[in-house]
């Protein structure tokens, strides 16, 4: 949630800083540096790592020593899947965790029988043997895991 209210303020400082360095050059100029100054705040909360609801910071994602809860979030990842595109709305054949270093992100690729591609920034890029649908159906049946991996989505920014 916090990460996806991140997204959120970087997409609408974007496209306003687009907008209005477009419409209007002068005003532009200062509206740029507002949104810019929010952007670098937004950027710096970011850094920090962490919400007051959300624990410890990178590689924890809300997990519960392997316990979830009432609910799984995979089974809502799977839901999600059933309306998408592979290859248009995520990578068919990869998916991302978040991890606190390169080795707890390759430890959570070998759990899942994939590659570790990249890490960077706390972000691993894994690449699967299968589908992602597979995949995130088999870890919604296991019902407990001490990770949590998401599909590779492919975000645009459609400017008209």
Partial sequence: MYFSVKMLIVETVVKEILVGVCVNHQSGKKRA???VTILVIAIAFG????SPEEGSGQGDMGKTD???GETNPYDETVNSLKDLIPGKDY???QVVCT???KKQAKAVAERIGGDLLSFE???GVIAI???VADLMQRLADEKETEFIVSPNFIY???LN
């Fill in 99 to 101: 991890e606190d270093s």
């Fill in 129 to 131: 043997p299968g589908t």
């Fill in 47 to 50: 850094a920090c790592g962490n």
């Fill in 156 to 158: 645009s920014l459609n």
């Fill in 66 to 68: 392997g316990q979830y």
């Fill in 121 to 123: 920034n706390g972000v």
């Fill in 91 to 93: 990578l068919e054949n």
């Fill in 33 to 35: 540096f507002l949104f």
